[in-house]
């Protein structure tokens, strides 16, 4: 999966670009525009508590 892709889902899993913006209290075509650009890495470090979330291991990573 490439990074835009996966900045789609995270936009996604925090409830769309205009949930996120409001969370964010940016305007929502500034996140709708990270859906095809991407993030910006200075957004992901300013906000941490959403954008740099571990990922929990599957089943199968934790037998390996």
Known sequence: MDSIQ???ELI???????VLARKLKYRTQRV??????GIPPKEKLLHPEIFLKKKSRT???KAA
Do not use: I, K, L, Y
Request: charged share 25%; hydrophobic share 25%.
């Open 59 to 61: 089943n199968n990573e």
């Open 6 to 8: 996966a900045d789609r």
């Open 12 to 18: 996604e899993a925090n409830g769309g670009a205009s």
């Open 32 to 37: 709708q525009n990270w859906t095809v650009r």
